[in-house]
C-alpha cells in the first residue's frame, strides 16, 4: 500500500525505477553498485538478519494500521482437521471425530466477525495462520458473515499456499515463526484455541507464558474440547507438581461450542471461580 510523501525528498520508489535505466557498463553490473534495500543477495545475507526481523515485524504493522484493524480474536488450531464432509479422507479416526470442531471455528468466526461489523468492523477482526483445517475455518466464517479476516502465513519445506478465504489485503508471509507470533498476540482482544499439534502447542503456550509471566495482558483464552486437552495435556499434575501455581489453572477456560466462546468472552471479566464457569 503506498503512501504520498509526507516530504520534499526524492522517494525511494522512483529512484529504484531510475537506478534500472542507467547504461549497461561494468560499474552498473557490479553487485556493489546495486541499493542496498534493491540487492536481493545482500538483504539475504547472514549478517542482515536484525534488519530482516525489523521488516518483517514492521510490514504487517503498518498494512494492518493503514487498513484500520484495531483488535483481533485470535483462532490457534489445527491443520490437519478436516472439514466434516471430507472426514471419510482423514488419516486416523480421531481426526475425523474431531472435524466437528471445523464447524465450531467456522461458526465462532462467523459470530465474531458479525459483531465487529456491527461495531465498526476496527475491532474483533479474526486472525488465523491462514493455512488448512482449523485455520480455513476460521476465515471461512469471515467470509460467511460478509466481513474481512486476516492470515498469517508462513514458508514451510512443503508446498503451501494460504487459504481461499482469507482477505488478500491482510494475508501475509513470514519467514519468522517469531516474528509470526509477536503478530498474533500484538492485537490480540481474545485467544481461542482448536485440537492441533506441535504448531498449535507452541503457540497455546508461548500466549498462556506470557500471561502467566505478566508478559501480557490478561485475555480470554479458551480451549475447545475439553476432552481432548484432558487427555493432552494433565494440567492438574502440573500444579501438584508445583511447577505451575494452581491460580495458573485460571488463566484459560474449556468450551465445547462457538456459542459457548461467545458468552464466555461477553462476560469474561464477571466475578467466577474456576469450577463455576460455564464451560469449565
Known sequence: MSRKNQHPLRDAGTDRTTADEVPV??????????LAFDDFDFMCREDMRPVRFQLELLKPELMLNEYGVDSTIVLFGGARIPEPAKKEGARTKTLADLSRFYDEAREFARLMTLRSMAGGGRDDVIVTGGGPGVMEAGNRGAVDAGGVSIGLNIVLP?????????????????????????????????????????????????????IQTGRMERVPFLLFGEDFWQSIINWDALADAGTISAEDLDLFRFVETAQDAMDLIENWGAPSTRDSVPGR
Open 158 to 210: 512443503f508446498e503451501q499456499a494460504p487459504n481461499e478465504y482469507v482477505t488478500p489485503d491482510l494475508c501475509f508471509n513470514f519467514h519468522y515463526f517469531a516474528i509470526r507470533k509477536m503478530h498474533f498476540l500484538m492485537r490480540a482482544k481474545a485467544i481461542c484455541v482448536f485440537p492441533g499439534g506441535f504448531g498449535t502447542m507452541d503457540e497455546t503456550f508461548e500466549a498462556l507464558t506470557l
Open 25 to 34: 557498463t561494468p560499474q552498473t553490473q557490479a553487485p556493489a553498485y546495486k
